[in-house]
């Protein structure tokens, strides 16, 4: 560090700014507005989800007892 130059200090001005202090005091202004109200109406649906359950029976091919077919009639009378 001891091959660094000495820098000579100087001293920059910025010019002159203005500076306002704005005073504000009440007065009285009356301001009148009319306000009409209107009432509007919509219907909005509102939905009642109703569930309907079914059951079926589903036998893969390699079931033995020969029920497959039984099923399907089974379950076809009780959609009925």
Known sequence: MSDCPKCVSKTVYDPPQT??????HPQHVE?????EVVRR?????VYHHVTV???KDVYSDDFEG???GAARSAGASRRR
């Open 19 to 24: 500076v306002y202090e704005d005073y504000y």
């Open 31 to 35: 301001v009148v507005q009319t306000v």
């Open 41 to 45: 109406h919509h219907c909005v649906p």
């Open 66 to 68: 020969g029920f497959r």
């Open 53 to 55: 359950c079914t059951t």
